[in-house]
């Protein structure tokens, strides 16, 4: 099975900061890759889908890059809404799976 | 607007099992594949399986099978999970969660755009 690591599991940062998490997946998954932002006792939201592209209604500060086994999720500017948990996602083949979490957290 | 909701928290003892249900309203039901995806506590999600709303097809994550059953009523615009013989490494939040992509793909994306609130399943003697 593919194996998706993320890092850092845990980022201290400012308002305003620009802060970057990695995700590397253990095979090549071409472009398959969303991002999901988790608040407590929310649902998962889907921010960035096909590494890339976001999804409506996301703000701008957030942008996605890579391809094959190595992507990143950028955020520039960051806003108190923006602490949360940070899960990357593979789509290209089954399990489907889920990095374990960034924890973006106020510095 | 797309909602999903779920039905509430359940407590049941190691053995048993457990339907959750999520009705969808804001689109058209069977344009859309639904999955089910889990969450432990501290852990990341964990996808479970998918059906298809039109046709009823499902399929389903190796870990799951034979203990989990995904089903829908279209005249309703609800889909269900049951899951049986719980464990408590079972107690999870389960979402239901829609695949963007139109069935018309004939395969769904994978990656979901809408999630349900989530459901709270606590297995526990």
């Known amino acids: 099975d593919i194996q998706m690591t993320q890092s850092p599991s845990t980022l201290s940062a400012s308002v305003g900061d620009r802060v970057t998490i990695t995700c590397r997946a253990s095979?090549?998954?071409?472009?398959?890759l969303a991002w999901y932002q988790q608040k407590p006792g929310k649902a998962p939201k889907l921010l960035i889908y096909?590494?890339?592209n976001l999804q409506n209604g996301v703000p701008s500060r957030f942008s996605g890059s890579g391809s094959g086994t190595e992507f990143t999720l950028t955020i520039r500017s960051l806003q108190p809404d923006d602490f949360a948990i940070y899960y990357c996602?593979?789509?290209?083949?089954?399990?489907?799976?889920f990095g374990q979490g960034t924890k973006l957290e106020i510095k | 607007q797309v909602q999903l909701v779920q039905s509430g928290a359940e407590v049941k003892k190691p053995g048993a099992s457990v339907k959750v249900s999520c009705k969808a309203s804001?689109?058209?039901?069977?344009?859309?594949?639904m999955h089910w995806v889990r969450q432990a506590p501290g852990q990341g999600p964990e996808w479970m399986g998918i059906i298809n709303p039109s046709g009823g097809s499902t399929s389903y994550a190796q870990k799951f099978q034979g203990r989990v059953t995904l089903t829908r009523d279209t005249s309703t615009s609800t889909v269900y999970m049951e899951l049986s013989s719980l464990k408590s490494e079972d107690t999870a939040v389960y979402f239901c969660?829609?695949?963007?992509?139109?069935?018309?793909?004939?395969?769904?994306?994978?990656?979901?755009?809408?999630w349900g609130q989530g459901t709270l399943v606590t297995v526990s003697s």
């Open positions: 996602q593979q789509y290209n083949r089954y399990p489907y799976n």
């Open positions: 969660a829609r695949d963007p992509i139109s069935l018309t793909a004939l395969v769904g994306a994978y990656y979901f755009d809408y």
């Open positions: 096909k590494v890339s």
């Open positions: 095979q090549d998954i071409s472009s398959s």
């Open positions: 804001g689109y058209t039901f069977t344009n859309h594949y």
